[in-house]
């Protein structure tokens, strides 16, 4: 990613509306081909009267309009997609997301103070190949909508006056991308193809989840919500993945704890298996002696440290 600097892009092909004028300043990154992949821009105008705006260049990116000051009512006015949008009370820092491939005309009267957010469509298609989601997305527009995330973000951009480094566009860039895949963006489908094991998400996830509930239970249908999955889903791609079942996983990982305090502790076996998750000593035995070949007794014997003895 190349970043571009100054108060008119020197590349990227980027334009806005006309009776803006000239930005604040303008940060943005390119691509390889040299389009405008991602942009922040300020445009501030203290005139009380400002002219319409033209219609907003048709682009395959998301536009994120930020005010900096409140917008009073009338002040701000768009035709969307043929509809119209008026804001009947805007406060600062609240978020319009717009789709650019879709016909976009601004018309502010008034002083103004807003930041611009640019982001092409190839910039959320990496960061969305990148994090495992689906790259089939429809954008649900947005208007004058509380984001705290954006928000803070733009606090943090004027805070430094503007002054944004090629690494730190870069990272604006990619949070940013991923925020309005994940708050905006409808999906499609994100259930893995047949065959397929779990994304590296839900591998991480299913996980963390059964290693918390080690010495409890957890249902087959929490993991596969927490996992975004149906629990058939769920389970054919945990197998794929792990090579075992949800349940024979789980049980492996009661008895890699229990072999810990086997070996560490002096606790009776009773008590090992209502740490674990077993509902009585008799179900731990067996379990141990099905895994291991041998019982929980003999193992502590071969393997138990000076604590156990």
């Known amino acids: 990613m190349v970043v571009v600097k100054g108060r008119r892009p020197v590349n990227g092909g980027l334009v806005w509306p006309l009776g803006f004028g000239e930005p ?40 994120v309009w930020v005010p900096l000051a409140p917008t009073a009512v009338g002040q ?37 103070d807003c930041l ?5 469509r ?35 951009i004027l805070s ?38 779990l994304r590296n998400w839900q591998k991480i996830r299913a996980e963390e989840i059964l290693r918390a509930h080690v010495s409890g239970n957890i249902t087959l249908a929490e993991l596969a ?8 889903q769920f389970s054919r791609s945990f197998r794929k993945s792990f090579g075992l079942s949800p349940h024979q996983y789980f049980i492996r990982l009661r008895l890699e704890r229990a072999k810990a305090l086997l070996a560490q502790t002096r606790k009776s076996l009773a008590e090992i298996a209502q740490l674990c998750g077993f509902c009585d000593q008799p179900a731990f035995t067996r ?13 502590r014997r071969l393997n138990g440290c000076s604590a156990a003895r």
């Open 24 to 63: 604040e300043y303008h940060h943005q990154s390119v691509d390889q081909a040299g389009a405008a992949e991602f942009a922040v821009t300020r445009f501030r105008s203290r005139s009380a009267a400002v002219g319409p705006a033209p219609m907003l260049p048709a682009r395959d990116a998301f536009l």
């Open 76 to 112: 701000w006015h768009a035709r969307y997609d043929g509809r119209e949008i008026a804001v009947a009370k805007g406060t600062p820092f609240a978020t319009t997301v717009l789709d650019l491939q879709r016909p976009v005309e601004l018309r502010i009267r008034g002083p103004f």
């Open 116 to 120: 611009h957010y640019y982001l092409a």
């Open 122 to 156: 190839s910039l959320l298609q990496r960061v969305a190949l990148e994090n495992e989601v689906s790259t089939q997305y429809s954008l649900r527009e947005c208007f004058f909508n509380e984001d705290l995330v954006i928000a803070q973000l733009t606090r943090s």
């Open 160 to 197: 430094a006056n503007g002054s944004v480094g090629n690494l730190i566009l870069n990272e604006v860039a990619l949070l940013l991308g991923a925020h309005i895949l994940q708050r905006y963006c409808d999906p499609a489908s994100r259930a893995p193809q047949a065959g397929q094991g």
């Open 225 to 232: 919500t927490a996992c975004s999955l149906s629990e058939r």
């Open 287 to 299: 379990s141990f002696n099905r895994v291991e070949r041998m019982t929980p007794s003999r193992w």
